[in-house]
């Protein structure tokens, strides 16, 4: 067989990389304890934010802020489910904040490009939650990447009140999406119609 030219070798390297970006990384060790309390004191069981006691409070805003100032700190990187748990708690938490800046606000859409802007300081360069979502979890966490990332809307999954923790992470993935689609305000399934009523995000 005649042997690919040294071109080709590196352009098929280099497409999985185009496909998708260069992916968020963030340090290893990171403490989620602080974000699993404020999840539990302002997020209910079907996944709604009390965005307006948070918002009041200086003391919680604050602890969010230092929160996220781990992600952007110096040290060996996560991998595996260390670095997926690790992402899936920093795009809900970024977004819980972004909603806060902007609070009251009646749709994350109503504020300047919530996804795309690289606004947030992670693993030493500013990205966009984009960047968390296409280029890094979804090659890495597949389909399953919908179901745990909240856009602040209430047609999107609901925001479980913990967080998510590398040593649980495949139960609490499947976890995750069982929840979404069981939520008939969210999924309906109409078997003696053999029709089902799906969220876009699955288009």
């Known amino acids: 067989m005649k042997p690919k030219p040294a071109h080709w070798t590196w352009l098929l390297a280099v497409l999985p990389m185009l496909a ?67 992402l899936i708690n920093a795009y809900n ?31 030493g360069r500013l990205i966009s939650l984009d960047e968390i979502e296409h280029d890094t979890l979804r090659p890495s966490v597949g389909y399953r990447t919908h179901a745990v990332l909240v856009c602040a809307a209430r047609s999107c999954p609901p925001l479980w009140n913990h967080a998510y923790a590398a040593d649980k992470l495949d139960v609490q993935l499947d976890r995750a999406m069982r929840r979404w689609l069981a939520r008939d305000d969210l999924n309906e399934f109409l078997p003696s119609a053999k029709k089902v009523e799906l969220s876009k995000i699955l288009s």
């Open 20 to 86: 998708f970006g260069v992916p968020v990384e963030i340090p290893g060790n990171l403490d989620h304890a602080p974000y699993e309390r404020l999840l539990q004191k302002y997020v209910t069981d079907r996944g709604l934010v009390d965005y307006k006691a948070w918002q009041a409070s200086t003391e919680d805003l604050q602890a969010l802020r230092e929160y996220l100032k781990q992600f952007n700190r110096a040290g060996p990187g996560a991998t595996g489910n260390e670095k997926a748990a690790g």
């Open 93 to 123: 938490a970024l977004t819980i904040h972004w909603i806060l800046d902007n609070y009251p606000v009646k749709s994350i859409k109503d504020t300047p490009n919530p996804w795309g802007a690289k606004r947030h300081p992670i693993g």
